[in-house]
């Protein structure tokens, strides 16, 4: 099964933030699961009670402790069988004794690149 999984990285320098957007084109998630694959060992499951996916249920809980101890946040978005996307944000923190207008022009400075891959 061919899958497309795009990545995609911002700067939101109004908020001073970095925005990191990862979409997987494939089965999806349920809205009603949101909260509940960001518990431990949690794993999602199909009407059928068969497993959807693979893996010990640890990935996001992980992923969120990590995001939130750097001060940023995620939340997850999802259509059943056509798509699931996550988005962190996270806090730009430059060193205080810089001027305004430095961080600033540090900021316009960071290139990124946007990548879209195949599987």
Request: hydrophobic share 40%; with cysteine; aromatic share 8%.
């Amino acid at each position: 099964n061919n899958g497309i999984v795009e990545f995609d990285v911002r700067l939101r320098s109004a908020q001073q933030q970095l925005q990191f957007k990862i979409k997987d084109f494939g089965k999806g998630i349920k809205e009603c699961d949101f909260e509940r694959i960001f518990q431990p060992f949690q794993q999602v499951t199909t009407n059928d009670k068969h497993k959807v996916y693979a893996g010990t249920g640890l990935g996001l809980p992980i992923t969120q402790k990590l995001v939130e101890a750097m001060g940023g946040s995620i939340r997850v978005d999802s259509k059943v069988g056509v798509f699931t996307e996550f988005t962190v944000l996270l806090p730009i923190i430059t060193p205080s004794s810089s001027s305004s207008s430095t961080r600033e022009a540090e900021i316009r400075e960071l290139q990124l690149p946007v990548v879209a891959l195949a599987f």
